[in-house]
């Protein structure tokens, strides 16, 4: 629980109304009355509210931007006072994100303080300068934050097109009130997440040599080339990024029969078999191939061992890219094991003439178990020279496994198509550490965090970066958060730019 009371400001009585019993019994609710001067005044008594673990505030607003309608349910991200000064509110992506779990609707973003009622023409204005919503109070009543947590939660009373004093009004306050009274029961939850932290980075974390050039890959051909570049596949499993990228013109395909022939295309970090090559030629593609070098290892040691003679046990993710890619490579000699079930059932002809190969993005323990069972049904049994599960899906692990050791929870920031992701909730699971994939700060549940003294936060191979930074934002506007990184290995792998793109 929570070290202290909320202190929630309401400008009227009406709204203070919409809070719940128990979070009101919780809470020191201030009604403010409308405007900035009573606002500045309220702020003044809640500085002097000193057990106060957090501060929020609730009300109505009006709808600058079109399109929000009365009863909207707004968080402001930011506030924006008359003189232009910008106040941020970083607690709102958690808060929106329980809002959302709970069935409730949100917009987030900037909220305008003014000093007067504004009709629709002042609020076009304001919409213009980013503003999606206005208030008479809140920019003033964030100053008794005072560096506490602050939510702002508002509802719309009118949108932007209606002045305040028309018929319609009495009909969306009602409307507004009630939304006000579903949303507030959230802001319970928040407070209960109100609460200093420890939260621990995992070093390394994020982009690895294959995905940064992979990435860089399709960056160059954008500005050598010109939009639109064809990706077939996700260049890498990570939706931001893909975002990005399409943004600046990539165009991502499953197939290669939906690019025009003849145009630029780029084969994804995962890589792809000798036949998506052939009909690449087919189709006269400009084909720059971005496919990860420790990938294009395996691709190599399967068609090694396959001229050999030997069946290859490809341990793997089924519908993987990369073991489709690699399953190409030698078809008629490749039997896919997913786990330690099918390794002790596997059957082969030749059982004197076995090897095995794996997906680069396994989970380290599970894969020497799927492996130690293979030895152990067939003793010929070869392996490649070196690891097949790359250095950096080996070092995430590890890194992971550290910090679980000392962690309450741990976030993992990657997709849900990201397979080295997946693994890294798995590593720590297994270190008895419950953990959760998150794509961003927009995922992440207060539940789970909730009683968390210290959280530890990783990404997969593909996350970038600055995902990170935004979560451990999100946590520490939640509280005093103290934050430091758990290094186990230093990486400087990397890895040359193919000839196409290459200054």
Same mark, same amino acid.
């Given at each position: 629980?929570?070290?202290?009371?909320?202190?929630?400001?309401?400008?009227?009585?009406?709204? *203070?109304?919409?809070?719940?019993?128990?979070?009101?019994?919780?809470?020191?609710v201030?009604?403010?009355?409308?405007?900035?001067?009573?606002s500045?005044?309220?702020?003044?008594r809640?500085?002097?509210?000193?057990?106060?673990?957090?501060?929020?505030?609730?009300?109505?607003?009006?709808?600058?931007?079109?399109?929000?309608?009365?009863?909207?349910?707004f968080?402001a991200?930011?506030?924006?006072?008359?003189?232009?000064?910008?106040?941020?509110?970083?607690?709102?992506?958690l808060? *929106?994100?329980?809002?959302?779990?709970?069935?409730?609707?949100?917009?987030?973003?900037?909220?305008?303080?003014?000093?007067?009622?504004a009709?629709?023409?002042?609020?076009?204005?304001?919409?213009?300068?980013?503003?999606a919503?206005?208030?008479?109070?809140?920019?003033w009543?964030?100053?008794?934050?005072?560096?506490?947590p602050?939510?702002?939660l508002?509802?719309?009373?009118?949108?932007?097109?209606?002045?305040?004093?028309?018929?319609?009004?009495?009909v969306?306050?009602?409307?507004?009130?009630?939304?006000?009274?579903?949303?507030?029961?959230?802001?319970?939850r928040?407070?209960?997440?109100l609460?200093?932290?420890?939260?621990?980075?995992?070093?390394?974390?994020s982009?690895?040599?294959?995905?940064?050039?992979?990435?860089?890959i399709?960056?160059?051909?954008l500005e050598?080339?010109g939009?639109p570049?064809?990706?077939?596949?996700q260049?890498?499993?990570?939706?931001?990024?893909?975002?990005?990228l399409?943004?600046?013109?990539?165009?991502?395909?499953?197939?290669?029969d939906?690019?025009?022939?003849?145009?630029?295309?780029?084969?994804?970090?995962?890589g792809?078999?000798?036949?998506v090559?052939e009909?690449?030629r087919?189709?006269?593609l400009?084909?720059?191939?971005?496919?990860c070098?420790?990938?294009s290892?395996?691709h190599?040691?399967?068609?090694?061992?396959?001229?050999?003679?030997?069946?290859?046990?490809?341990i793997?993710?089924?519908?993987?890219?990369?073991?489709?890619?690699?399953?190409?490579?030698?078809?008629?000699?490749?039997?896919?094991?997913?786990?330690?079930?099918? *390794?002790?059932?596997?059957?082969?002809?030749?059982?004197?003439?076995?090897?095995?190969?794996?997906q680069?993005t396994?989970a380290?323990?599970?894969?020497?178990?799927?492996?130690?069972?293979l030895?152990?049904?067939?003793?010929?049994?070869?392996?490649?020279?070196?690891?097949?599960?790359?250095y950096?899906t080996?070092?995430r692990?590890?890194?992971?496994?550290?910090?679980?050791?000392?962690?309450?929870?741990?976030?993992?920031?990657?997709?849900?198509t990201s397979?080295?992701?997946?693994?890294?909730?798995?590593?720590s699971?297994?270190?008895?550490?419950?953990?959760h994939?998150?794509?961003?700060?927009?995922?992440?549940?207060?539940?789970?965090?909730?009683?968390?003294?210290?959280?530890?936060v990783s990404?997969?191979?593909?996350a970038?970066?600055?995902l990170v930074?935004?979560?451990?934002?999100?946590?520490?506007?939640?509280?005093?958060?103290?934050v430091?990184?758990?290094s186990?290995?230093?990486?400087?792998?990397?890895?040359?730019?193919?000839?196409?793109?290459?200054?």
């Amino acid at each position: 629980m929570s070290a202290g009371r909320l202190l929630v400001f309401a400008p009227l009585r009406l709204e *203070a109304a919409c809070l719940s019993p128990s979070l009101r019994s919780r809470s020191r609710v201030i009604r403010t009355g409308m405007g900035p001067e009573r606002s500045r005044i309220a702020a003044a008594r809640g500085l002097a509210v000193e057990d106060a673990s957090g501060v929020a505030v609730v009300g109505v607003c009006a709808a600058a931007r079109p399109g929000l309608e009365p009863g909207h349910v707004f968080l402001a991200s930011e506030l924006r006072s008359p003189d232009g000064t910008s106040i941020p509110v970083p607690g709102s992506s958690l808060l *929106a994100t329980s809002l959302r779990g709970s069935g409730v609707e949100v917009e987030v973003g900037t909220l305008a303080s003014v000093e007067a009622i504004a009709g629709p023409c002042e609020r076009r204005y304001l919409a213009e300068t980013g503003a999606a919503t206005v208030d008479m109070e809140s920019a003033w009543l964030a100053e008794a934050a005072a560096g506490r947590p602050l939510a702002v939660l508002r509802t719309v009373v009118e949108p932007a097109s209606q002045e305040l004093l028309d018929p319609r009004t009495a009909v969306a306050g009602i409307r507004a009130l009630l939304a006000l009274r579903r949303a507030t029961p959230a802001l319970e939850r928040w407070h209960d997440a109100l609460r200093p932290r420890r939260v621990v980075l995992a070093s390394p974390r994020s982009f690895c040599a294959g995905v940064e050039r992979a990435i860089e890959i399709v960056e160059l051909a954008l500005e050598q080339r010109g939009a639109p570049v064809y990706v077939r596949k996700q260049i890498v499993h990570n939706e931001h990024v893909v975002s990005d990228l399409e943004s600046r013109g990539a165009v991502f395909v499953d197939e290669l029969d939906e690019i025009p022939e003849g145009a630029t295309t780029v084969f994804s970090a995962h890589g792809v078999s000798p036949v998506v090559r052939e009909w690449a030629r087919e189709r006269d593609l400009a084909v720059i191939d971005a496919t990860c070098p420790l990938v294009s290892k395996v691709h190599a040691e399967a068609r090694r061992f396959a001229a050999k003679g030997n069946t290859i046990f490809l341990i793997g993710h089924d519908g993987h890219e990369e073991i489709e890619g690699t399953s190409g490579e030698a078809p008629a000699a490749i039997v896919l094991v997913e786990n330690v079930r099918q *390794a002790e059932r596997v059957q082969v002809e030749d059982p004197d003439h076995v090897t095995y190969l794996t997906q680069t993005t396994l989970a380290v323990d599970e894969t020497a178990e799927i492996v130690d069972v293979l030895r152990r049904r067939f003793p010929s049994l070869q392996g490649p020279k070196s690891d097949d599960i790359c250095y950096a899906t080996t070092n995430r692990q590890q890194a992971v496994r550290e910090i679980a050791r000392e962690s309450d929870v741990v976030l993992v920031v990657g997709s849900q198509t990201s397979s080295n992701s997946l693994r890294l909730v798995e590593v720590s699971e297994r270190e008895g550490t419950p953990a959760h994939l998150v794509d961003d700060e927009l995922d992440v549940e207060l539940d789970w965090i909730a009683d968390a003294g210290t959280i530890g936060v990783s990404a997969g191979a593909s996350a970038p970066d600055a995902l990170v930074h935004g979560i451990v934002n999100a946590i520490a506007a939640l509280g005093d958060a103290e934050v430091e990184e758990t290094s186990t290995v230093s990486e400087s792998v990397y890895f040359r730019l193919p000839k196409e793109v290459r200054v």
